[in-house]
């Protein structure tokens, strides 16, 4: 069992800053791979951002690329989405998931892949 904790949601203004937190317990950290994902009220869930075991590969969908950053202190047991330049259309919830059945460099995009979730984080972007 792999337990997700989100933190850092809130309200900010557009251009704005937030860094999203999810601390993992369970399995060993350090041999799965972690994602964000966020989802909008009547919207389907989307993938933001992945990253693989170690944290050498990284991948972002397009529509945060440049202004999101995924990261992970495996050391903390903790990843971390830095959205930086936010905009009203970035307002949803954020979910942190674990994939622990990833080979060593994957980023999965899929949700479908995810075994894991946190409960979310409310991110609201005011214009």
């Known amino acids: 069992q792999v337990q997700l904790i989100e933190s850092g949601g809130g309200l900010v203004q557009a251009g704005g800053s937030l860094r999203l937190s999810c601390a993992v317990s369970?399995?060993?950290?350090?041999?799965?791979?972690l994602g964000w994902f966020r989802q909008a009220p009547g919207k389907e869930r989307e993938f933001v951002a992945a990253?693989?075991?170690?944290?050498?590969?990284?991948y972002g969908a397009d529509s945060v690329k440049g202004r999101f950053t995924i990261s992970r202190d495996n050391a903390k047991n903790t990843a971390y989405l830095q959205m930086n330049s936010l905009k009203p259309e970035d307002t949803c919830v954020y979910y942190c998931?674990?994939?622990?059945?990833?080979?060593?460099?994957?980023?999965?995009?899929?949700?479908?892949?995810?075994?894991?979730w946190g409960q979310g984080t409310q991110v609201t972007v005011s214009s």
């Open positions: 998931a674990a994939d622990v059945t990833a080979s060593r460099g994957s980023t999965p995009s899929n949700a479908a892949d995810y075994t894991y």
């Open positions: 369970g399995r060993t950290f350090s041999r799965y791979a």
């Open positions: 990253i693989s075991w170690s944290g050498d590969y990284t």
